[in-house]
T-cell receptor, first 114, second 115 residues
Framework: DAGVIQSPRHEVTEMGQEVTLRCKPI?????LFWYRQTMMRGLELLIY????????DSGMPEDRFSAKMPNASFSTLKIQPSEPRDSAVYFC????????????FGPGTRLTVL | AQSVTQPDIHITVSEGASLELRCNYS??????LFWYVQSPGQGLQLLLK??????LVQGIKGFEAEFKRSQSSFNLRKPSVHWSDAAEYFC?????????????FGTGTRLTIIP
């Protein structure tokens, strides 16, 4: 089975542009997580969904960030407008059944905002 | 709110030597504890987890961890490291209240293996 798929793998954009990161979770998984990893702050949970519904978005840094999950097989994380401090690696992860079952991580999207 | 501290940013170990990576947590009740590993350029992979019961937990790749409530610790150990163990290791804690799936990660420990 394919693992968690993220696209693009690398994104370079200029400050002020809109950025959309995409994630396809593992089929059958009902939880989806978005994380951000930076040297300064480590790995931070931004938001997670259960059955396509956002459960906890307390980690979303600002209104410039938004996430959607229109169906069980697709999620997006959007940054509008982007800023240089948004440069990071963004990971998507999925799991099945809750109760802290193993989260399977995608390869990440490395975002650079110039 | 829960938190995790990994006091060692970088550890270097000789191949074949034993390994212990430290993790301290802060949480008001019995936590759920995890160790994940991240190889360069890849996402994280679960090594092991502790929910309850036996405080010594066995994981994949020959790793184990011991939960010590009195010390608020969950240290990761391996008796003999291999060059392929070079990676970044993350300890994480989850709250035990029903319905909460939020993991809080430590800042990681980078492991270097020397021949």
């Amino acid at each position: 089975d394919a693992g968690v798929i993220q696209s693009p793998r690398h994104e370079v954009t200029e400050m002020g542009q809109e950025v959309t990161l995409r994630c396809k979770p593992i089929s059958g998984h009902d939880y989806l997580f978005w994380y951000r990893q930076t040297m300064m702050r480590g790995l931070e949970l931004l938001i997670y969904f259960n059955n396509n519904v956002p459960i906890d978005d307390s980690g979303m840094p600002e209104d410039r960030f938004s996430a959607k999950m229109p169906n069980a097989s697709f999620s997006t994380l959007k940054i509008q407008p982007s800023e240089p401090r948004d440069s990071a690696v963004y990971f998507c992860a999925s799991s099945r059944g809750g109760r802290y079952n193993e989260q399977f991580f995608g390869p990440g999207t490395r975002l650079t905002v110039l | 709110a829960q938190s995790v501290t990994q006091p060692d940013i970088h550890i270097t170990v000789s191949e074949g030597a034993s390994l212990e990576l430290r993790c301290n947590y802060s949480y008001g009740a019995t936590p759920y504890l995890f160790w994940y590993v991240q190889s360069p350029g890849q996402g994280l992979q679960l090594l092991l987890k502790y929910f309850s019961g036996d405080t010594l937990v066995q994981g994949i790749k020959g790793f184990e961890a011991e939960f010590k409530r009195s010390q608020s610790s969950f240290n990761l150990r391996k008796p003999s490291v291999h060059w392929s163990d070079a990676a970044e290791y993350f300890c994480a804690v989850g709250a035990s209240n029903f319905g909460n799936e939020k993991l809080t990660f430590g800042t990681g420990t980078r492991l270097t293996i020397i021949p």
